[in-house]
């Protein structure tokens, strides 16, 4: 199945790819994020791979590592062929200025809510999403909490208190 | 309440008894037919993967016992393997194999509580008593092993927290016993039952297209038709070596959903009647200085065992940079830990696959089109856990 995803990536996508990565035998193809969906759409039409399933979409800021010259942002997409009993990865990298990659929805229906989580907690924008809204924070909550410069020492929405209005106690 | 012209919106939860936690669905009827749902999620959502990533690995694997809180031990699993996998430890016979004996009682654990709760929405109250008062015999064996009824922390990194209790063949073999003649009360009181078979058959379809395309795992998927299970697909912890079904429904109805569970319950008691039959001996934890904790019995007499321990409890151990995922078939599907590492001793992300999350984003396609009355079985028959619907 490795070879013959190799081949899939050679014969139809060369230039799109920019890395093939094997650590601890999860394979995985990090490939330019405008390209995404066409990948994922000749992955779901090639009937020898059988790529039908989407496990998972995450995401990972690699921000003030010595990772976030190729990119701040890097998404994920966890792809299993039930077949085969294969899984390996896409990822893409994105800027941290303006991330933006296209919505896999039209492809996959469970697409929906793993980026509106992704988009909730990182902050990463899913084009041609049909409702890209909050999921799992607080409708008051600003920010993408789980972005590495996400204050954390800042209570939102408040509840207690936070660090510049003390309660009467410490005043 | 609001009403508009043709369509009335309801309100359902976050409170509501058959929502299985703080679940809340807007549904908006027509008469008595569902034309939306529309899930509303968060109200449990306490940021562990953000938690997960301020602690050392083996203090952030107490927080997976915290998501999933009826399957604690498969939680355990999936991020121990998970680490294990990013480190390349080997793990010793007897933990693999007393993990999958525990990994088959939590998934047992799980289903009981799914079947006396979806049940109990139902109308058929002492099924829940039935099935309470057989996962007793499960949770005083957690007690026995870890300590704790629920939040385990049991399997820990290479290997488990302690040696397994004195009298845990003889538990096994107890909880066998008690929960074969179990199912024979659950069978006869909702297989044949006229009720029961009224109220789930035809009810929150899913064809096997569908299921696929909206990542369904576990029981849901299987439902539906189509065969594949992690434990088979791509075993891990040595399920290789075990002899077991994975059974499959036809309609992908609630009713199949049922009978999946119910034959599922009787496939883990076969593979712990394997496991405890063919238990090998050996050391309860993996032996890698420096990264797997070493036995306490060592801590206390062996001063590089002390050292060993005080400087991994406090500084704990670098990880190489790179990501692993490692799947593991939990009772409501595919639970998946996702751990980055970035070269500290501190995760750089830990992303859980959470197969509650994903199965339920399938209930606006179960219930929509649908009668108002089939809501509460459509969401019971996904079998959703909130701690892990919202992290």
């Given amino acids: ?60 800021d690699w921000l003030n590592h010595e990772e976030e010259k190729n990119g701040r942002f890097e998404v994920v997409y966890n792809l299993y062929s039930i077949s085969n009993r294969y899984r390996f990865f896409l990822k893409v990298r994105l800027d941290g200025e303006n991330p933006n990659v296209k919505s896999l929805v039209d492809l996959w229906d469970g697409a929906d809510w793993m980026e509106r989580e992704v988009f909730d907690m990182m902050g990463i924008i899913f084009e041609g999403h049909p409702n890209l809204t909050k999921i799992l924070t607080a409708d008051e909550l600003d920010g993408h909490p789980l972005r590495k410069d996400f204050t954390l020492t800042w209570e939102q929405p408040k509840f207690t208190w936070n660090l510049d209005d003390p309660p009467e106690v410490i005043k | 309440m609001s009403n508009t012209a043709k369509t009335v919106t309801l309100n359902m939860g976050p409170q509501h008894p058959s929502t299985h936690g703080v679940l809340r669905v807007i549904l908006e009827l027509d008469g008595e037919t569902v034309v939306k749902a529309e899930p509303v999620l968060g109200y449990l959502h306490t940021g562990i993967e953000k938690t997960m990533e301020s602690k050392l690995y083996y203090k952030a694997l107490p927080c997976t016992d915290r998501m999933d809180y009826l399957a604690p031990m498969s939680n355990n699993l999936g991020f121990s393997l ?47 008593l039935y099935a309470f008062r057989d996962r007793e015999s499960i949770v005083e064996m957690y007690e026995a092993c870890g300590g704790q009824r629920m939040m385990t922390t049991y399997i820990r990194i290479g290997g488990l927290a302690q040696d397994i209790p004195k009298d845990f063949e003889k538990g096994i073999r107890n909880i066998i016993k008690v929960i074969n003649n179990g199912l024979n009360d659950y069978e006869t009181l909702l297989t044949n039952n006229e009720i029961f078979i009224n109220r789930t058959k035809g009810v929150g379809v899913l064809t096997a297209e569908e299921a696929i395309s909206l990542s369904l795992s576990g029981p849901m998927l299987r439902g539906s038709g189509v065969k594949h299970d992690l434990r088979k697909a791509n075993p891990y912890t040595g399920y290789e070596n075990f002899d077991f079904e994975v059974p499959v429904g036809q ?99 830990v992303r859980v696959r959470t197969p509650s999350f994903i199965n339920l984003a399938a209930l606006p396609k179960m219930c929509e089109g649908n009668m108002f009355s089939d809501v509460v079985c459509a969401i019971g028959s996904i079998d959703i856990v909130l701690g892990e619907v919202d992290r």
């Fill in chain 1, 1 to 60: 199945m490795e070879d013959k995803l190799r081949e899939f990536f050679n014969n139809n996508f060369k230039d799109a790819v920019i890395k093939e990565d094997k650590f601890r035998g999860d394979v995985s193809y990090y490939i330019k994020p405008e390209s995404l969906f066409a990948i994922c759409e000749a992955l779901l039409a090639d009937s020898s791979l059988d790529v039908k399933f989407l496990s998972d979409i995450t995401s990972l």
């Fill in chain 2, 251 to 349: 309609n992908g109805d609630a009713y199949d959903r049922y009978t999946i569970r119910v034959e599922e319950i009787r496939q883990s008691l076969k593979i712990m009647q394997q496991a405890i039959d063919g238990m090998p001996e050996g050391p309860y934890r993996a032996h890698v200085p420096g990264i797997v904790l070493p036995p306490k019995e060592d801590v206390l007499y062996k001063m590089e065992s002390m050292i060993f321990h005080f400087k991994l409890i406090t500084e704990g151990f670098k990880t190489p940079v790179g990501s692993v995922y490692q799947g593991i078939e939990s009772g409501k599907g595919e639970i998946g830990f996702f751990i980055s590492g970035d070269g500290t001793n501190k995760p750089h992300r």
């Fill in chain 2, 82 to 128: 998970a680490v294990e996998k990013l480190m390349e430890i080997d793990i010793p016979e007897k933990v693999q194999w007393v993990r999958v004996c525990l990994a088959e009682l939590t998934r047992i654990n799980s289903h009981l509580v799914w079947l006396g709760t979806h049940a109990l929405d139902l109308g058929a109250m002492s099924m829940l």
